[in-house]
């Protein structure tokens, strides 16, 4: 079923600070507090970040709508697992998987899909009897100006701040710790349960793996997408890869 054909619409509530894209149609062009717009089905709304939780709730409770967060969502992490079990299937021998951590939804699906499957695994040409399976080293891979998941895991906590938006190029670059502890805590959860562990790269090594990607691939990627990469590239690992390694 399409959004188009949903009563009430889906909604996605956007920060006015997202920023626009050069070129993009007119309808999906946000910028500006208080902005509504639709496109293929779906109403966007725009408004403060202080906000937005406050709107959502307001949405739910008065217009019929429920809540799907865009992260720490435990259905939404159980999709995400579906990744790691396909993971599994095309490579059973990976060793280490490096995954982009924005909200930290995907790793965490990720992240117990791989370690579930290799204690149900059994293979007894590559072990003996008695010896436990080795999972899958996951790593959530954060910019060092954004590490929220990081601070996360050294502070024993959960959620602790927000994260600002830069209006020029999209990438976060500001975290401000005191706010409530209400996200990621499903995500954080997961990943301490499941053994994950946190790596950061700073902002010149995503710019370098951007480069080096269109440059030798003819890859227009943004800036998100290689925080994995950077992390391989400029040796950000605990301990090197024993078999083969994913991003």
Request: net charge negative; with cysteine; charged share 20%.
């Amino acid at each position: 079923m399409s959004a188009g054909q949903l009563r009430p619409l889906l909604c996605c509530r956007l920060p006015s600070s997202a920023p626009s894209r050069p070129g993009a149609d007119a309808r999906l062009c946000y910028r500006g507090t208080g902005l509504t717009t639709s496109s293929q089905g779906v109403l966007v709304e725009t408004c403060p970040s202080s906000e937005l939780q406050s709107r959502v709730d307001a949405k739910v409770a008065n217009e019929g709508y429920q809540f799907l967060h865009p992260f720490d969502d435990q259905p939404l992490i159980a999709g995400h697992a579906s990744l790691g079990l396909e993971l599994l299937e095309q490579l059973p021998q990976v060793d280490t998987v490096l995954l982009g951590c924005g909200g930290g939804g995907l790793s965490a699906g990720v992240a117990a899909a791989l370690a579930l499957s290799s204690k149900s695994r059994l293979d007894e040409d590559a072990r003996s009897a008695d010896e436990e399976p080795r999972s899958p080293v996951v790593y959530a891979v954060e910019p060092e100006t954004a590490c929220t998941m990081r601070l996360s895991f050294e502070q024993v906590g959960e959620w602790g701040g927000s994260a600002s938006l830069d209006a020029a190029g999209g990438a976060i670059h500001s975290w401000r710790p005191g706010a409530t502890l209400r996200w990621r805590q499903r995500a954080y959860r997961h990943l301490r349960h499941f053994g994950a562990r946190s790596l950061l790269v700073n902002d010149a090594e995503i710019g370098a793996c951007q480069r080096r990607l269109a440059r030798n691939l003819g890859l227009i990627v943004e800036p998100s997408a290689c925080a994995g990469l950077a992390a391989l590239l400029f040796d950000r690992l605990e301990e090197p890869p024993l078999q083969s390694t994913l991003l």
